[in-house]
């Protein structure tokens, strides 16, 4: 598997989705504004990982990283798909989300 690290704000946080009594995930989306166009990178967390995605508010500067994934399947009609994911292994806020200021809350 290949390493992914990006550095963004957070964009969505998804509730966990229990499939069963082994496998739980929710997914956490960060957008890279680094490049040209803007890119959303979606981060899955699976099972004991689900706790690390909770708890960020979106507008949240963070750094993610993880693991790239691919697997093969055959669909119902014969035919061969393919699925990549990337499987969140750490993330980490770089700045607080930012939020409004109401003028008369400031303190001069």
């Known amino acids: ?3 992914i690290e990006i ?3 957070v964009v969505y946080v998804g509730a966990p989705v229990k499939y069963s009594d082994k496998f739980t995930k929710a997914e956490i989306v960060v957008k890279d504004t680094t490049g040209k166009y803007p890119e959303f990178i979606k ?3 699976i ?3 689900v ?3 909770r708890g960020y508010p ?3 500067k963070v750094t993610a990283e993880g693991f790239v994934s691919g697997k093969e399947y055959t669909k119902k009609d014969g035919g ?3 699925i990549t994911s ?3 292994a750490r993330i980490y806020e770089t700045s607080p989300a930012v939020t409004e200021v109401q003028d008369d809350a400031i303190p001069f």
């Open 43 to 45: 981060f899955e967390a």
């Open 58 to 60: 979106i507008g949240t």
């Open 86 to 88: 990337i499987k969140i």
């Open 80 to 82: 061969i798909a393919y």
């Open 47 to 49: 099972n004991e990982k």
């Open 1 to 3: 598997m290949a390493k």
């Open 51 to 53: 706790e690390l995605v």
């Open 7 to 9: 550095s963004g704000e």
